[in-house]
């Protein structure tokens, strides 16, 4: 019953920054963590990074120093600066909640070289 929605995925050079928002649907949901996963065609989906409701976030070391996550209630944010070309995907958002993951429906990062 619960849905996300990402936005703010693009095309962008090298050396540039992207800001991607997911929201969840209706009011008053309850979340667990919340975070981010990135998939490109014929590979496993890859963690990002992620925030407990209590705030403390966890990045991959692929992506530290470059990226911020953030969270507002239910809806979880990522600001990704200096973007390489090995940052293009798909990013997908994800939220746990009564032992179940889900997902939303991903958005395209590209970044040129």
């Known amino acids: 019953q619960v849905q996300l929605m990402e936005s703010g995925g693009g095309l962008v050079q090298a050396g540039g920054s992207l800001r991607l928002s997911c929201a969840a649907s209706g009011t008053g949901l309850t979340l667990g963590t919340m975070g981010w996963y990135r998939q490109t065609p014929g590979n496993q989906r890859e963690w990002v990074a992620d925030?407990?409701?209590?705030?403390n976030a966890n990045y991959a070391d692929s992506v530290k120093g470059r990226f911020t996550i953030s969270r507002r209630w239910n809806t979880v944010s990522l600001q990704m600066n200096n973007l390489q070309p090995e940052d293009t995907a798909v990013y997908y958002c994800n939220a746990f909640r009564a032992r179940i993951n889900y997902w939303g429906q991903g958005t395209q990062v590209t970044v040129s070289s």
């Open positions: 925030i407990t409701s209590g705030g």
